[in-house]
């Protein structure tokens, strides 16, 4: 009988295989998709070093840090800023930490020195910072022409010393118009006065323009020239006067009574723009005629001529309000022939200057022809008022004599000026004749 044999015994099973004996893991492809799905990463070599060392060194806290479970950060008053630290809890060296207290000391002294000189500090921003016309960099406010009396008084300014290149410093007039064209009656608003058509009474307030621009603001007559321009406009009598007054000088027949004139040995004014601001107005003269009103203040910056430091020795002269006529009239001298002082152009911008304000109050009459001889195109005055600032009291010698501070110490104040302090730019009141001389209390 046979005898059954025992199977072979069965291999035992791999258990990273299946039931089936296939190898799970036979389809598995390790590729990108596969590693960044991975449960578990490795952590970094840094993070196992550190992890290693502070096994046996626990890190030290150096107070610097902060959790986000800390809470807010308490606020700082007046307390010095910690220190930045690296890791490690080292302090590092603060930036330019060497430099800081040196620039901090010098800081300091810089502004001790600006506070206890500010008007030098200002003084100094305007030089370096200026437009160089009298203004600072801060735009000048214009002022419009008057279109009647003022009522009130002209604003105070700056007092700051005028130079060469900023000869409207401290003055009222930086802002005023340069011409006289901008003055008078919109021509549209002239109407027929006595015999005169508007035609003819706007030409005849042009002509008297003319004459009050040659006469005042044409550089060449305020530097001392002969007045052509302005003498060639004048009725035959009113220009034999002031011819006269030209050739001989005096108390009785003074150029400054038609013109503004300044010795350029003494004062040269500084460049050719002069500020000037008044009104015009017309009516009729009570004789079918026309009479023009003008009332005018010019200011003319100037600066020293060669012989300013000498006259200021000998005559001591003051800021003066000086009057048509002064009841004492000093001594005359002869008239100094014109163009023998060469301005000299080039002068230290800083050298200071000064400025006279002369203001005019003069009516021209325009007769009817019917009834007068007189020339067509001509003036002829009905009456001529001026007083000046700052230009020396008593002396008729046909030219104004300014004061300049760099000379003041030279001489003593005027004994003889009696009048009361003005402003030179004040213009609400009339003209005086009181024949008193005054002080200004600026120029």
Same mark, same amino acid.
């Given at each position: 009988?046979?005898?059954?044999?025992?199977?072979?015994?069965?291999?035992?099973e791999?258990?990273?295989?299946?039931?089936?004996?296939?190898?799970?893991?036979?389809?598995?492809?390790?590729?990108e998709?596969?590693?960044?799905?991975?449960?578990?990463?490795?952590?970094?070599?840094?993070?196992?070093?550190?992890?290693?060392?502070?096994?046996?060194?626990?890190?030290?806290?150096?107070?610097?840090?902060?959790?986000v479970?800390?809470?807010?950060?308490?606020?700082?008053?007046?307390?010095?800023?910690?220190?930045?630290?690296?890791?490690?809890?080292?302090?590092?060296?603060?930036?330019?930490?060497?430099?800081?207290t040196?620039?901090?000391?010098l800081?300091?002294?810089?502004?001790?020195?600006?506070?206890?000189?500010?008007?030098?500090?200002?003084?100094?921003?305007?030089?370096?910072?200026?437009?160089?016309?009298?203004?600072?960099?801060?735009?000048?406010?214009?002022?419009?022409?008057?279109?009647?009396?003022?009522?009130?008084?002209p604003?105070?300014?700056?007092?700051?010393?005028?130079?060469?290149?900023?000869?409207?410093?401290?003055?009222?007039?930086?802002?005023?118009?340069?011409?006289?064209?901008?003055?008078?009656?919109?021509?549209?608003?002239?109407?027929?006065?006595?015999?005169f058509?508007a035609?003819?009474?706007?030409?005849?307030?042009?002509?008297?323009?003319?004459?009050?621009?040659a006469?005042?603001?044409?550089?060449?007559?305020?530097?001392?020239?002969?007045?052509?321009?302005?003498?060639?406009?004048?009725?035959?009598?009113?220009?034999?006067?002031?011819?006269?007054?030209? #050739?001989?000088?005096?108390?009785?027949?003074?150029?400054?009574?038609w013109?503004?004139?300044?010795?350029?040995?003494?004062?040269?004014?500084?460049?050719?723009?002069?500020?000037?601001?008044?009104?015009?107005?017309?009516?009729?003269?009570?004789?079918?005629?026309?009479?023009?009103?003008?009332?005018?203040?010019?200011?003319?910056?100037?600066?020293?001529?060669p012989?300013?430091?000498?006259?200021?020795?000998?005559?001591?002269?003051?800021?003066?309000?000086?009057p048509?006529?002064?009841?004492?009239?000093?001594?005359?001298?002869t008239?100094?022939?014109?163009?023998?002082?060469?301005?000299?152009?080039?002068?230290?911008?800083?050298?200071?200057?000064?400025?006279?304000?002369?203001?005019?109050?003069?009516?021209?009459?325009?007769?009817?022809?019917?009834?007068?001889?007189?020339?067509?195109?001509?003036?002829?005055?009905q009456?001529?008022?001026?007083?000046?600032?700052?230009?020396?009291?008593g002396?008729?010698?046909?030219?104004?004599?300014?004061?300049?501070?760099?000379?003041?110490?030279?001489? #003593?104040?005027?004994p003889?000026?009696?009048?009361?302090?003005?402003?030179?730019?004040?213009?609400?009141?009339?003209?005086?004749?009181?024949?008193?001389?005054?002080?200004?209390?600026?120029s």
């Amino acid at each position: 009988m046979p005898i059954a044999e025992d199977p072979e015994p069965r291999p035992p099973e791999d258990p990273r295989n299946g039931e089936d004996g296939k190898d799970p893991f036979a389809d598995l492809v390790l590729d990108e998709e596969f590693v960044r799905g991975a449960t578990v990463k490795e952590q970094a070599g840094r993070t196992r070093m550190l992890a290693a060392r502070w096994q046996h060194t626990p890190p030290v806290d150096p107070g610097g840090r902060r959790s986000v479970n800390d809470g807010p950060r308490p606020r700082r008053r007046f307390t010095r800023r910690p220190r930045p630290v690296d890791p490690w809890g080292t302090p590092r060296p603060r930036r330019g930490g060497r430099l800081r207290t040196p620039l901090l000391v010098l800081l300091t002294v810089a502004l001790v020195l600006a506070a206890l000189n500010i008007d030098g500090l200002r003084s100094w921003y305007s030089t370096r910072f200026g437009d160089g016309s009298g203004s600072t960099a801060v735009p000048v406010r214009s002022v419009a022409p008057e279109s009647g009396r003022p009522t009130t008084a002209p604003p105070p300014t700056d007092p700051a010393q005028p130079t060469v290149d900023r000869p409207w410093a401290g003055s009222p007039a930086e802002g005023w118009p340069t011409g006289i064209e901008v003055f008078g009656p919109d021509p549209s608003t002239v109407t027929r006065i006595g015999v005169f058509g508007a035609d003819q009474v706007a030409a005849q307030v042009e002509l008297v323009k003319r004459y009050l621009a040659a006469a005042n603001l044409d550089p060449r007559t305020v530097a001392g020239g002969r007045p052509e321009a302005a003498l060639a406009i004048l009725g035959p009598e009113n220009r034999a006067d002031a011819e006269k007054a030209l #050739a001989a000088p005096s108390y009785d027949d003074d150029p400054l009574t038609w013109f503004s004139r300044f010795d350029a040995r003494e004062a040269i004014p500084v460049g050719e723009v002069y500020r000037v601001q008044g009104s015009i107005s017309v009516e009729g003269d009570g004789k079918r005629g026309v009479l023009v009103h003008t009332d005018f203040t010019y200011v003319y910056p100037l600066r020293p001529g060669p012989d300013a430091a000498a006259r200021a020795a000998a005559h001591k002269p003051s800021p003066s309000h000086r009057p048509p006529r002064d009841p004492a009239p000093g001594g005359n001298a002869t008239a100094k022939p014109v163009g023998l002082v060469t301005p000299v152009a080039d002068v230290p911008g800083d050298t200071w200057t000064t400025r006279t304000v002369v203001r005019r109050a003069d009516t021209f009459r325009f007769y009817d022809p019917a009834k007068f001889t007189v020339e067509r195109d001509r003036l002829y005055f009905q009456r001529h008022l001026s007083e000046s600032g700052n230009s020396e009291c008593g002396v008729y010698d046909g030219w104004y004599h300014p004061r300049f501070d760099q000379f003041a110490a030279a001489g #003593a104040p005027n004994p003889d000026r009696s009048g009361p302090t003005s402003d030179p730019y004040d213009r609400r009141g009339e003209l005086s004749a009181d024949g008193l001389c005054g002080t200004v209390s600026r120029s």
